[in-house]
C-alpha cells in the first residue's frame, strides 16, 4: 500500500451550509437498566423484590441502588369526548426552558406508573401530503386511543431538533400543538435521490438530471444526529421511553456514514429508549416507470423490466435504516401500511408494567469499551427476562496521557460504539495510475465552530489526529493512515467559526469493493468525529464497451502547496497527484455548496481514448451545462483535448473553470458531456450543485 503525503487546508465556511444540531450531555455515572419480568403465561410478575434480583457487569455482581417498579395499567382507551379531566405532569422542581425535556433528578423516577411515549415527526424527510397522515394519525392516537396512564411528549426535526412539548397528560395541550404544525415545513430538504444511472431516471426533453444525492448524504446523517440527540435528552429518565418516529424513509446513497447508525442506536440503548418508526407514506402502489406525479421515464429500462426493480430497490433501502433503527433498539417498524396508528399501538402495548434497576459501576475506567450486563432472578419463577445487555463505557480524554490517547484512537478502529461528537463530511474519489492500480483520494471537511484553540505564543494553535484504515470485503486491511498535525491559526482564529478545516490523504488500491473507518479528533477538548462507509473501485480495464472516465472532482478552490497545513517535507511526494497542478491543489468541495463569488472547478480524466491513425492523437470533447428546474441555465464553451498526459500513460485530464457570478443563487445540476469524437463514445458526469448569495 502506497499512502501519498497528507495535507490539511483552512476552507472557507459557507452560512446556513450545515445547520447545527444541539447536543444534550449527562455525566451521571448511575447505570439504569429496565427489566420487564414475565410468566410463563406471558403476563407481568409484579410482586417481586429488590433481593430477587442479581445483577452482574462483566460477571461481577453489582450493588442495586435504585430498584423501582413501574406498573402501568392496563386500561382501556377514553375517547376524547368521555375522557376525564386531563392529568396535569408532575410540576417540576424549577421553571423548565424551552426546547428540553424537564428533570427533576437524573437517575430518579419522574413518572411513576406512566407510560412514556414521544412523538417524533421528521418534517425534513417528508413531503406535505406524508406530514398530513403523521399528522392526522397522531390526532386519532390522541383522541380515541390513549390513556389516563399515558404521558405524551412531542419533537420536531427540521433543521434542528426541537421539543415542541415536554410529557404530559393533558391531552387538550398535545392536540393544540399538533394542529399547530405547519404543514410542508422543511419539506424542501425531502429530497428524493435519482439513481444517477443515465438510463434511468425522468426524461425532461432537456438533459440528464443528476442525481442529488450529495445531498442526501448530509441529510441522512442530520436525521440520524438528530435522533441522536433527542434521546440524549431522554437519558436522564431513567423510565423505559418509546419514541414513535414519523419519517417518510431514510434514502441509501452509497457512502452512508455508517458509524452515525451506530452511534445513534447505542444511545438509544443507553437512555432506554426504543425506536417505533412509521412509514408515513404508507401502502405504496409503484408504477413501473412512475406516476403521473413524474415525468416519463428516459432509457429502456421501462420495457426490460429494469425500471421497476431499481425502484422496489430504491423504496425498500428507504425502509431498511427504518427497520434497523427498531430491530437494534427493541422496538418495531410499521411498514406498508395506512393505518398509522398501528404503529402508535405497537408502542404503547409494548410498554407494560417493569422494574427499573440501578447501579453505580465498580469499574472507574473510562475505556470506552463494552461491559456486558446480566439480570437474574430465582430459576424457580421460570419467568422471561427482557432487558439491554450491556452498554459502552465513557471515553475520558482530559485525564489521559499521550499512551492513553494513542491506544484509544487505535481502540476506536475496533469499538463497536463510535464517537460522532465532532461531525465529519467526507468524500472518495479514484484516479486510475498504472495497470489495476488506483489512487484513491480522501478528503475530509471538518467544521471549524467545532474546533478548540489554545494560545501558544503569538497565536492561537490547534492540533488534530486522524487515523484510518482500508480493508476489503474480506475485512483484510488494504491501506491504513496516521497522522499528528499542528495547525497554527494565527491572530485570525477569531474567524475559525467562518471557516473549515480539510484533511487531505490518499490510498492506492486494487479495483474491489472495500469499506473506509475514518477517525478524526482535536486535541484541546478531545472531541472525536467517526466516518465509516463502503466504497467500490471499479476496474475501468475490463470495460470495452463505454468510455473509462475516473470520478470527478468539483471544487470552489485552489490553494498553493506551499501553504498546506501539515504537508511539510513530503511535498515531492505530491508531483504525481492527479489533484496537483502547477504548484496548486485542487480542493474537493464536499457539500457542493458554493458562493456565486467563487469559480467552478471540474476535474476528471479519461483513459485510453482512441487515436487518429495518423497523428496518434486522441480528439476528446468536453462541456459542461448548468440545468435548473429543468432548464438549461448556463454551458460553458467546449473544451477540445487532444495531449495525453506525460507523467501516466494512456491518461487525459480534463479541467474546466467557471466563474458562478454567471448563475442566480439557488440549486443547480451540473452536467459534463464527454465525447470521444474518434470512438463514437461518450459519458455524462452529473453532481448537484448549491450557490449561494
Same mark, same amino acid.
Given at each position: 500500500?502506497?499512502?501519498?503525503?497528507?495535507?490539511?487546508?483552512?476552507?472557507?465556511?459557507?452560512?446556513?451550509?450545515?445547520?447545527?444540531?444541539?447536543?444534550?450531555?449527562?455525566?451521571?455515572?448511575?447505570?439504569?437498566?429496565?427489566?420487564?419480568?414475565?410468566?410463563?403465561?406471558?403476563?407481568?410478575?409484579?410482586?417481586?423484590?429488590?433481593?430477587?434480583?442479581?445483577?452482574?457487569?462483566?460477571?461481577?455482581?453489582?450493588?442495586?441502588?435504585?430498584?423501582?417498579?413501574?406498573?402501568?395499567?392496563?386500561?382501556?382507551?377514553?375517547?376524547?369526548?368521555?375522557?376525564?379531566?386531563?392529568?396535569?405532569?408532575?410540576?417540576?422542581?424549577?421553571?423548565?426552558?424551552?426546547?428540553?425535556?424537564?428533570?427533576?433528578?437524573?437517575?430518579?423516577?419522574?413518572?411513576?406508573?406512566?407510560?412514556?411515549?414521544?412523538?417524533?415527526?421528521?418534517?425534513?424527510?417528508?413531503?406535505?401530503?406524508?406530514?398530513?397522515?403523521?399528522?392526522?394519525?397522531?390526532?386519532?392516537?390522541?383522541?380515541?386511543?390513549?390513556?389516563?396512564?399515558?404521558?405524551?411528549?412531542?419533537?420536531?426535526?427540521?433543521?434542528?431538533?426541537?421539543?415542541?412539548?415536554?410529557?404530559?397528560?393533558?391531552?387538550?395541550?398535545?392536540?393544540?400543538?399538533?394542529?399547530?404544525?405547519?404543514?410542508?415545513?422543511?419539506?424542501?430538504?425531502?429530497?428524493?435521490?435519482?439513481?444517477?444511472?443515465?438510463?434511468?431516471?425522468?426524461?425532461?426533453?432537456?438533459?440528464?438530471?443528476?442525481?442529488?444525492?450529495?445531498?442526501?448524504?448530509?441529510?441522512?446523517?442530520?436525521?440520524?444526529?438528530?435522533?441522536?440527540?433527542?434521546?440524549?435528552?431522554?437519558?436522564?429518565?431513567?423510565?423505559?421511553?418509546?419514541?414513535?418516529?414519523?419519517?417518510?424513509?431514510?434514502?441509501?446513497?452509497?457512502?452512508?456514514?455508517?458509524?452515525?447508525?451506530?452511534?445513534?442506536?447505542?444511545?438509544?440503548?443507553?437512555?432506554?429508549?426504543?425506536?417505533?418508526?412509521?412509514?408515513?407514506?404508507?401502502?405504496?402502489?409503484?408504477?413501473?416507470?412512475?406516476?403521473?406525479?413524474?415525468?416519463?421515464?428516459?432509457?429502456?429500462?421501462?420495457?426490460?423490466?429494469?425500471?421497476?426493480?431499481?425502484?422496489?430497490?430504491?423504496?425498500?433501502?428507504?425502509?431498511?435504516?427504518?427497520?434497523?433503527?427498531?430491530?437494534?433498539?427493541?422496538?418495531?417498524?410499521?411498514?406498508?401500511?395506512?393505518?398509522?396508528?398501528?404503529?402508535?399501538?405497537?408502542?404503547?402495548?409494548?410498554?407494560?408494567?417493569?422494574?427499573?434497576?440501578?447501579?453505580?459501576?465498580?469499574?472507574?475506567?473510562?475505556?470506552?469499551?463494552?461491559?456486558?450486563?446480566?439480570?437474574?432472578?430465582?430459576?424457580?419463577?421460570?419467568?422471561?427476562?427482557?432487558?439491554?445487555?450491556?452498554?459502552?463505557?465513557?471515553?475520558?480524554?482530559?485525564?489521559?496521557?499521550?499512551?492513553?490517547?494513542?491506544?484509544?484512537?487505535?481502540?476506536?478502529?475496533?469499538?463497536?460504539?463510535?464517537?460522532?461528537?465532532?461531525?465529519?463530511?467526507?468524500?472518495?474519489?479514484?484516479?486510475?495510475?498504472?495497470?489495476?492500480?488506483?489512487?484513491?483520494?480522501?478528503?475530509?471537511?471538518?467544521?471549524?465552530?467545532?474546533?478548540?484553540?489554545?494560545?501558544?505564543?503569538?497565536?492561537?494553535?490547534?492540533?488534530?489526529?486522524?487515523?484510518?484504515?482500508?480493508?476489503?470485503?474480506?475485512?483484510?486491511?488494504?491501506?491504513?493512515?496516521?497522522?499528528?498535525?499542528?495547525?497554527?491559526?494565527?491572530?485570525?482564529?477569531?474567524?475559525?467559526?467562518?471557516?473549515?478545516?480539510?484533511?487531505?490523504?490518499?490510498?492506492?488500491?486494487?479495483?474491489?469493493?472495500?469499506?473506509?473507518?475514518?477517525?478524526?479528533?482535536?486535541?484541546?477538548?478531545?472531541?472525536?468525529?467517526?466516518?465509516?462507509?463502503?466504497?467500490?473501485?471499479?476496474?475501468?480495464?475490463?470495460?470495452?464497451?463505454?468510455?473509462?472516465?475516473?470520478?470527478?472532482?468539483?471544487?470552489?478552490?485552489?490553494?498553493?502547496?506551499?501553504?498546506?497545513?501539515?504537508?511539510?517535507?513530503?511535498?515531492?511526494?505530491?508531483?504525481?497527484?492527479?489533484?496537483?497542478?502547477?504548484?496548486?491543489?485542487?480542493?474537493? %468541495?464536499? @457539500? +457542493?455548496?458554493? &458562493?456565486?463569488?467563487?469559480?467552478?472547478? !471540474?476535474?476528471?480524466? $479519461?483513459?485510453? #481514448?482512441? /487515436?487518429?491513425?495518423?497523428?496518434?492523437?486522441?480528439?476528446?470533447?468536453?462541456?459542461?451545462?448548468?440545468?435548473?428546474?429543468?432548464?438549461?441555465?448556463?454551458?460553458?464553451?467546449?473544451?477540445?483535448?487532444?495531449?495525453? %498526459?506525460? @507523467? +501516466?500513460?494512456? &491518461?487525459?485530464?480534463?479541467?474546466?473553470? !467557471?466563474?458562478?457570478? $454567471?448563475?442566480? #443563487?439557488? /440549486?443547480?445540476?451540473?452536467?459534463?458531456?464527454?465525447?470521444?469524437?474518434?470512438?463514437?463514445?461518450?459519458?455524462?458526469?452529473?453532481?448537484?450543485?448549491?450557490?449561494?448569495?
Amino acid at each position: 500500500m502506497y499512502r501519498l503525503a497528507a495535507t490539511v487546508f483552512l476552507t472557507l465556511g459557507l452560512a446556513g451550509q450545515q445547520p447545527e444540531i444541539a447536543t444534550f450531555k449527562t455525566t451521571t455515572k448511575l447505570v439504569v437498566v429496565d427489566v420487564f419480568v414475565r410468566g410463563k403465561d406471558g403476563k407481568t410478575l409484579g410482586n417481586l423484590k429488590k433481593e430477587d434480583f442479581t445483577l452482574l457487569e462483566n460477571g461481577k455482581a453489582q450493588q442495586i441502588a435504585v430498584f423501582e417498579f413501574q406498573r402501568i395499567a392496563d386500561e382501556a382507551a377514553q375517547p376524547a369526548i368521555l375522557a376525564a379531566a386531563p392529568v396535569p405532569a408532575p410540576a417540576p422542581a424549577m421553571a423548565a426552558p424551552a426546547n428540553v425535556i424537564n428533570v427533576q433528578s437524573a437517575g430518579k423516577v419522574q413518572y411513576r406508573d406512566k407510560r412514556l411515549l414521544v412523538l417524533f415527526f421528521d418534517f425534513s424527510s417528508m413531503q406535505p401530503q406524508e406530514q398530513i397522515r403523521a399528522q392526522e394519525a397522531a390526532l386519532k392516537f390522541l383522541a380515541e386511543q390513549m390513556t389516563p396512564s399515558d404521558m405524551v411528549s412531542i419533537m420536531t426535526l427540521g433543521a434542528t431538533v426541537q421539543v415542541a412539548q415536554d410529557f404530559t397528560a393533558d391531552r387538550d395541550r398535545l392536540t393544540q400543538v399538533i394542529k399547530s404544525f405547519q404543514i410542508g415545513q422543511a419539506s424542501e430538504l425531502a429530497i428524493e435521490a435519482d439513481t444517477g444511472d443515465p438510463n434511468s431516471g425522468e426524461y425532461t426533453g432537456a438533459a440528464f438530471i443528476a442525481d442529488e444525492t450529495e445531498f442526501n448524504v448530509f441529510n441522512t446523517d442530520r436525521k440520524l444526529m438528530g435522533l441522536e440527540s433527542a434521546v440524549r435528552m431522554l437519558a436522564p429518565l431513567p423510565e423505559k421511553k418509546a419514541l414513535v418516529y414519523f419519517s417518510a424513509g431514510i434514502p441509501k446513497t452509497g457512502v452512508e456514514n455508517h458509524s452515525q447508525l451506530e452511534a445513534t442506536v447505542n444511545a438509544a440503548i443507553r437512555a432506554n429508549v426504543s425506536f417505533y418508526p412509521i412509514d408515513a407514506r404508507g401502502l405504496v402502489a409503484l408504477v413501473p416507470g412512475g406516476d403521473a406525479s413524474k415525468a416519463s421515464p428516459r432509457g429502456s429500462q421501462v420495457f426490460t423490466g429494469d425500471a421497476i426493480t431499481t425502484q422496489k430497490t430504491k423504496f425498500n433501502d428507504q425502509q431498511e435504516t427504518l427497520f434497523t433503527l427498531a430491530d437494534d433498539t427493541g422496538g418495531k417498524a410499521l411498514l406498508d401500511s395506512n393505518d398509522l396508528t398501528l404503529g402508535i399501538q405497537e408502542a404503547h402495548e409494548d410498554l407494560g408494567s417493569y422494574y427499573v434497576l440501578g447501579y453505580y459501576a465498580n469499574n472507574p475506567v473510562e475505556d470506552g469499551k463494552f461491559r456486558r450486563v446480566q439480570v437474574e432472578v430465582p430459576k424457580q419463577l421460570q419467568a422471561q427476562l427482557d432487558f439491554r445487555n450491556g452498554y459502552f463505557a465513557a471515553m475520558a480524554f482530559n485525564k489521559s496521557t499521550s499512551t492513553d490517547r494513542e491506544r484509544q484512537l487505535q481502540e476506536a478502529l475496533l469499538l463497536g460504539d463510535p464517537v460522532t461528537d465532532l461531525p465529519l463530511a467526507l468524500e472518495i474519489n479514484y484516479f486510475r495510475l498504472v495497470g489495476d492500480h488506483y489512487f484513491v483520494p480522501v478528503a475530509v471537511k471538518i467544521a471549524g465552530s467545532e474546533v478548540a484553540l489554545s494560545r501558544r505564543g503569538a497565536g492561537d494553535t490547534t492540533e488534530f489526529d486522524f487515523v484510518g484504515q482500508v480493508t476489503d470485503a474480506k475485512g483484510q486491511v488494504k491501506g491504513n493512515v496516521r497522522d499528528t498535525i499542528k495547525v497554527k491559526m494565527g491572530e485570525g482564529a477569531a474567524q475559525l467559526a467562518g471557516k473549515n478545516i480539510q484533511y487531505d490523504t490518499g490510498f492506492t488500491l486494487s479495483p474491489g469493493k472495500y469499506r473506509l473507518k475514518f477517525l478524526a479528533r482535536e486535541n484541546q477538548g478531545g472531541k472525536m468525529g467517526t466516518f465509516e462507509t463502503d466504497f467500490t473501485i471499479p476496474n475501468l480495464n475490463a470495460d470495452r464497451e463505454g468510455l473509462r472516465v475516473s470520478s470527478v472532482v468539483w471544487s470552489g478552490q485552489r490553494q498553493p502547496i506551499a501553504e498546506a497545513i501539515g504537508a511539510g517535507a513530503n511535498q515531492k511526494l505530491l508531483v504525481n497527484h492527479p489533484l496537483v497542478y502547477e504548484g496548486q491543489k485542487l480542493i474537493p %468541495s464536499i @457539500t +457542493r455548496a458554493l &458562493t456565486s463569488k467563487q469559480n467552478l472547478y !471540474v476535474y476528471f480524466e $479519461v483513459y485510453d #481514448p482512441a /487515436r487518429q491513425p495518423d497523428t496518434k492523437k486522441p480528439h476528446v470533447v468536453a462541456v459542461v451545462s448548468f440545468y435548473r428546474q429543468g432548464r438549461k441555465a448556463f454551458e460553458s464553451a467546449p473544451v477540445e483535448l487532444s495531449t495525453l %498526459s506525460t @507523467t +501516466r500513460q494512456g &491518461t487525459l485530464p480534463v479541467q474546466f473553470q !467557471v466563474p458562478l457570478n $454567471v448563475l442566480k #443563487p439557488g /440549486r443547480y445540476t451540473c452536467q459534463v458531456n464527454v465525447i470521444d469524437e474518434i470512438a463514437k463514445k461518450f459519458e455524462f458526469l452529473r453532481a448537484p450543485l448549491v450557490v449561494l448569495p
